[in-house]
């Protein structure tokens, strides 16, 4: 397996659109991505400009190529270059203990 965060600061006049946008990305991801087990969107409690996603795929081609060469991560790279304050922070894990839903 392999997870991927990555940290976002959204600018304050475009969180409505950011939320539509990554929960597009999200459920997308997970819909029509084979290798995409986990597709998770946190907001930072005390600052609702700053959100971690949490991605876990089965393997590290699902993410890189597989995951960005879609569509769906296309429009998502379009729409975060206007939402997003800051460059994303992604870092990438070998999950040791990880609990997925069998569904």
Same mark, same amino acid.
């Given at each position: 397996?392999?997870?991927?965060? *990555?940290?976002?600061?959204?600018?304050? %006049?475009?969180? %409505? %659109?950011?939320?539509?946008?990554?929960?597009? $990305? =999200?459920? =997308?991801?997970?819909?029509?991505?084979?290798?995409?087990?986990?597709?998770?969107?946190?907001?930072?409690?005390?600052?609702?400009? #700053?959100?971690?996603?949490?991605? *876990?795929?089965?393997?590290?081609? &699902?993410? $890189?190529?597989? /995951?960005? #060469?879609?569509? /769906?991560? =296309?429009?998502? =790279?379009?729409?975060?270059?206007?939402?997003?304050? &800051?460059?994303?922070?992604?870092?990438?894990?070998?999950? *040791?203990?990880?609990?997925? &839903?069998?569904?």
């Amino acid at each position: 397996m392999f997870a991927v965060t *990555v940290s976002v600061s959204v600018k304050p %006049d475009r969180r %409505d %659109d950011f939320l539509s946008a990554i929960t597009r $990305q =999200a459920d =997308a991801s997970r819909e029509l991505e084979p290798g995409c087990l986990r597709f998770e969107i946190l907001e930072n409690a005390s600052d609702p400009l #700053e959100f971690l996603l949490i991605e *876990v795929y089965s393997e590290p081609a &699902d993410f $890189q190529p597989a /995951h960005r #060469e879609t569509s /769906h991560y =296309a429009e998502w =790279a379009r729409v975060s270059a206007e939402v997003l304050e &800051d460059e994303r922070i992604v870092t990438t894990y070998t999950p *040791v203990r990880l609990e997925l &839903d069998e569904n």
